[in-house]
């Protein structure tokens, strides 16, 4: 299916919402408005296997566009919009974008790099223009909106967020079926029981991978899609309780933010309507994700993948009940713990989490990259390390860059992360390790206050007692610093390496 099949039957019904303003798009207005930007992409030269780049926030222009290239058989790459120009410059020469369209809210980013996008054809601007510029809608206005000639299926081409240097773009093959035949299994309907009367809340950055492919997959099928220009806790209940919410995808934070509200106003708002609220993106703590299930009911599923689509690991609320802190069992793919020699590990053994039969990709242009990913067997890892219990379920144990070794034993810090962020004056935290002289490094904490007039040694020393109930004093931090906010991207994953390189440069190392 298509949104011209739903189109085609059911014109008027309404494809998404903008859950600030209220600004609704009817199937027929996504429909026309995708066939004219495939007529301006065709127009401009661009053919199957080309390239375009996003530079968007949650605009109400973005499905069009995305749908556009989709059915031009094109790589459209959607690129984060906190990111800065140096590194908009890269993702869009690395990934060879013969178009780039933007909007004028990120004009202090891209009027810099008109001369520097060495690959651009034509750059277009959506809410006005600034030089160098052409106007999206103008361009649009002049295309016809009957379908191109040649349909078929483009592909997303997205990029990883940089936590670790520059990101790696993620290619997949161009889907050979025909454009509108179901490429991937509607996992939203098969596995997760949407319909055509569900409405599905997306609360993230349309350019992630996650959000991106859920309500690309809503919309092909004809589930109403409400979008949250950005996060924010309260409203996010609001909706929920407005449109009748009955599926929606969430990461750890942001439970985390809306369980940290006043009771009294957290607890005001009907979330009944909730048949499933998905989370992925980054572990959650097994406290926080207790509470979610007391509040919302069985209703809470989970999955561990990856933009690589090598694999996909999930499970329901009853599951995780009886097998807490996994991230579920594979579906689409067969895990193996391996350990730093590429040996698979016994059940309960912790090692790098490779996947097989769970799809292909490559690394864009970055062959070593690619094959820093494989295995000798030929399986492919997202760099992250875990274990499986007896029963085949898999658990997280952290990224493996993210390993802290002092005085010669490994330390994770997700375990001393998921400690501290259960404390009640706590609302964000990063643990990492610092140099130190005699053990190599020492870990350290940072932490976000719900408060942060909190701040004090005071409260340090008590953050530090409370881990320390809970954990091995090795693995908990030996010193924490206070901030008013952590460089945490809306998609849940903590840059935690520029927390990190900070400390490591001010220690001259």
Not at 129 to 152: H, K, N, Y
Not at 288 to 305: R, S
Not at 473 to 499: A, M, N, Q, S, V
């Amino acid at each position: 299916m298509s949104p011209a099949d739903i189109a085609a039957v059911t014109p008027q019904k309404i494809a998404y919402i903008m859950a600030e303003t209220g600004e609704t798009v009817t199937y027929s207005e996504l429909e026309s408005a995708a066939n004219q930007g495939a007529q301006l992409l065709r127009s401009l030269g661009l053919q199957r296997g080309d390239h375009i780049a996003i530079l968007l926030e949650n605009h109400p222009r973005f499905f069009q566009i995305c749908w556009a290239a989709q059915r031009a058989g094109i790589y459209y790459t959607a690129i984060s919009w906190r990111l800065q120009q140096q590194e908009v410059e890269y993702i869009v020469n690395n990934c060879e974008a013969r178009v780039f369209i933007t909007s004028i809210e990120r004009k202090e980013v891209v009027q810099p790099l008109l001369d520097k996008m060495t690959c651009v054809e034509k750059n277009y601007m959506l809410d006005g223009v600034v030089d160098g510029f052409e106007s999206w809608e103008d361009a649009l206005a002049r295309m016809p909106s009957t379908e191109i000639t040649d349909q078929s299926e483009g592909a997303p081409m997205l990029y990883s967020s940089g936590t670790t240097g520059y990101p790696k773009g993620v290619k997949r093959p161009l889907p050979e079926q025909d454009y509108g035949v179901e490429v991937d299994v509607n996992l939203l309907r098969t596995l997760y029981g949407a319909n055509d009367d569900s409405i599905y809340l997306s609360p993230a950055p349309l350019y992630h991978a996650a959000p991106l492919a859920f309500t690309m997959g809503c919309l092909r099928s004809g589930t109403t899609v409400v979008v949250m220009a950005h996060f924010e806790a309260e409203f996010a209940l609001e909706c929920i309780e407005n449109y009748r919410i009955t599926h929606s995808q969430w990461v750890p934070t942001m439970f985390v933010r809306m369980l940290k509200l006043p009771e009294e106003v957290r607890l005001k708002y009907d979330v009944s309507s909730l048949r499933c609220a998905i989370h992925a993106a980054a572990p959650c703590p097994i406290p926080i994700k207790e509470k979610m299930i007391d509040w919302w009911g069985e209703v809470i599923y989970e999955y561990y993948a990856g933009t690589e689509g090598n694999g996909f690991v999930q499970l329901n609320s009853q599951e995780w009940l009886a097998h807490k802190g996994s991230v579920g069992k594979p579906l689409t793919c067969e895990i193996h713990i391996c350990d730093d020699h590429g040996v698979e590990v016994p059940a309960g053994e912790s090692g790098a989490i490779y996947m097989s039969g769970g799809g292909t990709f490559e690394y864009y242009k970055d062959d070593d990259k690619t094959a820093d990913s494989r295995h000798a067997q030929g399986w492919s890892t997202l760099g992250d390390v875990g274990y499986l219990d007896d029963d085949g379920y898999l658990y997280l144990t952290d990224r493996k860059h993210f390993m802290i070794i002092s005085g010669g034993v490994n330390i994770y810090p997700q375990e001393a992360e998921n400690v501290l962020i259960n404390h009640d004056k706590v609302m964000d935290v990063a643990v990492f390790g610092v140099p130190n002289a005699d053990f190599g490094e020492e870990v350290k904490g940072v932490v976000q206050l719900a408060d942060p007039s909190l701040a004090s040694p005071v409260l340090e020393i008590e953050l530090l007692d409370y881990c320390r109930e809970y954990l091995s004093h090795i693995k908990c931090p030996r010193t924490i610093d206070f901030r008013d906010e952590l460089p945490r991207h809306p998609t849940g994953k903590l840059y935690k390496r520029l927390l990190k390189d900070e400390y490591w440069a001010k220690a001259g190392v």
